[in-house]
């Protein structure tokens, strides 16, 4: 549960899974909505597929994420988001979802060893 | 060494606990043996499946033995489930039959709670259990949609079942979950039925799927 409230503690990975509540989606697809980095959010990608929260299927070259969340987990991104929580993000680290044409720094966690 | 599952040691003691409840309420009130048998008889077939059930072995590595496991798991958890249903029940029939605490209605809500719980728990669970891609039929984006809104409806039908049994007169809530329960399963095939339809009209919108059998969202 804990890697859940991680996972939807950032309004990047929030966004990423309200944009999944459509349809389903490639990296590619997803990554076009966000002005941050492949790397930055293939590694949001990590943390919502290590939560139990999103599936990673391969199809053809390209890799399709699906929604994979509960009733309750549902519920709490409805709360996270209407509440706008985001308990231990720096300041600035992770900026708000609209189109600000500048690429952010990834976080020290967000970043693969 | 495989850890095995909390359900591994707790369906067979609730079955154990249900049959000395069965027993108890048996001796006490044998007017009423027709009913404890059948409690006692559906008590041993539960039992009679949970020995017949493939053990687990560190071994089990393959597919098919890993697939039996799983299989296996479920169905303890069934029996858990159930076993917790007949537990409960039997033990606040028990209370009324000794005179201890509760009215003779308290079975009854106990026993409705306790489905309403288990509805909830189920429903939760159903956006949840995906299909390989590969194996879905129709559009997933709609089967996603369908999955996520039986979740819902099931979780929320579940809720009122519990607070109608927890709060309201007997007469009322017998009413209520009389027409809760059939109304969420026709809004749901309601929900499939309409995304069905649109699926047929407008096409899908996930790469790489078939558009052939646009009216099966599983």
Known sequence: ?113 | MIAKPVSYYLSPALLALSTVLAAENWYLRPERAAAWATVVLVLGCMALALLLLPRRRPADSNEGEAAGRRSGDSIRRGIVTAGLILAISLSAKLAATLGVGGSADLSQRATMAIMGAFLMFTGNGIPKTLKPLSALRGDAARAQALQRFTGWTWVLAGLTLMIIWLVLPMDLAQLLSFLLLPSSILITVAQAVRLCRATAAGGGSTPGQSQEEPCSPY
């Open chain 1, 1 to 113: 549960m804990n890697r859940v409230f991680k996972a939807l503690s950032d309004p990047t990975r929030r966004r990423v899974l309200q944009l999944l509540r459509e349809r389903p989606m490639s990296a590619g697809e997803l990554a076009e909505h966000f002005p941050v980095s492949k790397p930055t959010m293939s590694a949001h990608f990590s943390v919502l597929h290590e939560a139990g929260l999103v599936e990673a299927e391969k199809n053809g070259r390209t890799i399709l994420y699906r929604l994979k969340m509960s009733v309750l987990e549902d519920a709490l991104l409805g709360f996270a988001q209407t509440l706008g929580w985001n308990p231990k993000t720096p300041e600035g680290a992770s900026p708000p979802t609209g189109n600000t044409g500048e690429k952010r720094r990834p976080l020290k966690s967000e970043v693969r060893p």
